[in-house]
Every structure is written in structure tokens, then in C-alpha cells.
């Protein structure tokens, strides 16, 4: 499938001596790491380190808004092995080092088996849907459409699954089903994960290139889970057009769950509420505008939007809260492997009670280091 995939305050910034010593092992070996490390004929590695400047001026209660924090965000490793033969796979660990990360986490473990008709993927793999990609080297920003800062990564779509795919591809058409036992969101937000630990979930998509710069993809995923009692589905298409040194994008999420997502999850495990609750309605969609000025340097304009409706289990009523977010990115390529992300967002929020407020201006800036 295809996936297209300021200034910064800082108050009080800290960085950890791991850190620094390994920017600098990475500034040392800069000019080495232009391609991927091959270790032998059947087995190389490539990766990426994402040094992150983050500021949060947030008009929320969260005990850490309008802090400043310096990490090695992330390291990530993938190890190929025979990745051009009929009989392949692939490895990929990530060490996250922010301040409330996960430590070391197992994003893919893969099997690929080549057919005369497509491909078969056997293990752990990333998602089909969604416009943004999953790790920083293929965004046009520092954060997605749907994050929100302090209060937390609204997404709706899983990141990876557990299964068996597959998938067929010629030049102009994509079509991938998956068929999986849960699903896991690595990078959101850490409240709620929708699709995790479920019995069963299909995953369908397709892609086309119409010709002329359009391109279109629709996918969804459906899920039983509680012993197939209750389920829950997504939707998720976009449409890119690319013109000379412009590329437009446009996704629609709409999302549905019996067993409640990020709003009904904030809802349950706020202290400042007695309420609880449960079935979920989700909407969400991005406008994004990029132009790429020079070889090396482009900037992007985005405008997302996620609104929540969930119902409550104390009197049956229901409750929504809507989020807006503005984002300005610029994406300098300072050398093959060396990039400098910066972007600005405004976000907006409309919730029925004070204790998801959330406007306010994030600001964050990634370096990244590739091989």
C-alpha cells in the first residue's frame, strides 16, 4: 500500500548522560551512516535515532503542562534478513527514552513468503490504515493528526497486529486483508488502545492510483471481542493529489465501539469525576497542504479535528467532547541520513467538563539520525 506517510521555549530542560553520549557517538559516525549496515549476505540492519525538543503550554490540569523536556526519543532497529528472496523476514525493536516511555518494545517480528499472486505475512506487522506513518522518518511534522499533547494520542487506528496478511500489489492497484488475534497501539495514548487483547478482528483495504497525481485509499477493520459479545469497527479513507511541489491530503476516521475508547476512558480513571462510561462514537479527519521549496526543505500546513460521544453507564445519558488542532511543520534535510523537524500547534478543545480542557500551544522540534 502506499502510506505517504518556530522557535522553541525551553523552561527547564534535562538531559540524561546516555543521551548525550550517544548524540554524540551518532554526530561522530554521521558521514558513515548513509545506507543500511550490512552485517552478511543474508542479514543487514538499518534504523533511525529521534532526538526530541517538546514544550507543552496547555490550559489543563494535567500536573505537567508548560514543562519542557530533551530526550533520545526513540531508537529503532530493524533487522532484515533475505529481504529480496522468495522466503524473508524482518525484525523491529525500538527503545523508547522519553520520560514516561515504555523502555525497550517489539514493534514487528515478521515471516514473508512471496507468491506468484501477491505476498504472505506471517507475525507481528504494522497496520494498513491510516494516512500518517508510524515512526517519525515518513511524516511531514513531529506529531500526528490526532495526538493532543498532554492530554493525550486520540487515534482510533491500531498500529500493529498479530496475524496472518495478505496482500497483492501491481502499479496502479493495492489490495491487503489481515486476519489477526488483538491488535497493539504502541505510540498512543496509554489510557486506551482500542482493539487490544480482542478474540478476533479482520482487517481489509485498497489502494489505486488513478493517474495524474490522485491517489485514493478506503480500509476498515471489525472486531468481536468478550467472547464475540461485543464489537467494534473502523473506518478510514484518504485521498492524496500531488502537483508539481505540492501534495494535498484528506482522511475520514469514523470509528465505533461497544467497550468505549479514549473519551470513555479518560471519563472512567479521572479522579475529578464520578461518572462512568462505555460505548463510543468516534469522527475524525485531516486536511494537510505541504510544498517542498528547495531539494533539501519543505513546509506543511494541517488541520485535524476528533470528536468523541460516549455513553453513560450512571443514567444512560450520553456526553461528547471535540478537539481541534492546527499544526505549521518545517522538514529540513540537513544531509542523506540527518533531518531537523520543527513544528507548532494551537489545540482546541470542547468538552462538557473542565477536566478535558485542553487548549493551548505545543511546540516540538526532532532530530533525526537515519541508517
Not at 112 to 127: C, D, K
Not at 186 to 213: F, H
Not at 286 to 300: C, E, G, K, P
Amino acid at each position: 500500500m502506499i502510506h505517504f506517510s518556530p522557535s522553541l521555549k525551553l523552561a527547564s530542560v534535562h538531559l540524561s548522560l546516555s543521551t548525550t553520549l550517544l548524540i554524540l557517538v551518532l554526530i561522530a559516525f554521521n558521514n558513515h551512516l548513509y545506507a543500511e549496515i550490512v552485517l552478511s549476505e543474508a542479514l543487514s540492519v538499518e534504523g533511525y535515532l529521534d532526538v526530541c525538543a517538546e514544550y507543552n503550554d496547555l490550559n489543563q490540569s494535567a500536573p505537567s503542562s508548560g514543562h519542557s523536556t530533551l530526550n533520545a526519543d526513540e531508537l529503532s532497529l530493524s533487522f532484515l534478513v533475505e529481504p529480496d528472496s522468495i522466503l524473508s523476514g524482518q525484525l523491529d525493536i525500538a527503545y523508547d527514552g522519553t520520560d514516561d516511555g515504555q523502555g525497550m518494545q517489539l514493534d514487528q517480528a515478521l515471516a514473508v513468503i512471496r507468491l506468484e499472486h501477491g505476498e504472505l505475512t506471517i507475525g507481528q506487522y504494522a497496520s494498513m490504515l491510516g494516512f500518517e506513518a508510524f515512526d517519525p522518518t515518513g511524516l511531514y511534522q513531529s506529531t500526528t493528526a490526532y495526538n493532543l499533547g498532554l492530554i493525550g494520542d486520540f487515534s482510533v487506528l491500531n498500529q500493529y497486529a498479530s496475524g496472518v496478511k495478505y496482500s497483492y500489489r501491481t502499479a496502479v492497484n493495492f489490495f491487503g486483508i489481515s486476519f489477526q488475534k488483538g491488535a497493539v497501539d504502541i505510540d498512543a495514548n496509554p489510557l486506551q488502545k482500542p482493539y487490544e487483547n480482542t478474540d478476533s478482528m479482520v482487517e481489509a483495504a485498497t489502494a489505486r492510483d488513478w493517474g495524474a497525481g490522485l491517489t485514493s485509499f478506503l480500509g476498515g477493520a471489525y472486531c468481536l471481542d468478550d467472547g464475540g459479545h461485543r464489537s467494534s469497527y473502523s473506518i478510514n479513507a484518504y485521498l492524496t493529489y500531488e502537483i508539481q511541489a505540492w501534495i494535498f491530503a484528506a482522511e475520514l476516521n469514523r470509528y465505533n465501539s461497544k467497550v468505549g475508547a479514549q473519551l470513555s476512558e479518560h471519563i472512567n480513571q479521572s479522579p475529578l469525576l464520578s461518572l462512568t462510561a462505555g460505548a463510543e462514537d468516534v469522527l475524525q479527519f485531516l486536511l494537510m497542504a505541504n510544498y517542498t521549496y528547495s531539494d533539501t526543505a519543505s513546509i506543511t500546513a494541517r488541520i485535524s479535528s476528533s470528536r468523541h460521544e460516549a455513553t453513560l453507564f450512571n443514567d444512560g445519558g450520553r456526553t461528547k467532547a471535540d478537539f481541534m488542532k492546527f499544526t505549521t511543520a518545517h522538514r529540513q534535510e540537513l544531509a542523506d541520513n540527518l533531518t531537523i523537524i520543527t513544528e507548532l500547534s494551537l489545540i482546541k478543545a470542547d468538552s462538557f467538563t473542565s477536566a478535558f480542557v485542553a487548549d493551548g500551544i505545543q511546540g516540538t522540534a526532532h532530530i533525526l539520525f537515519s541508517f
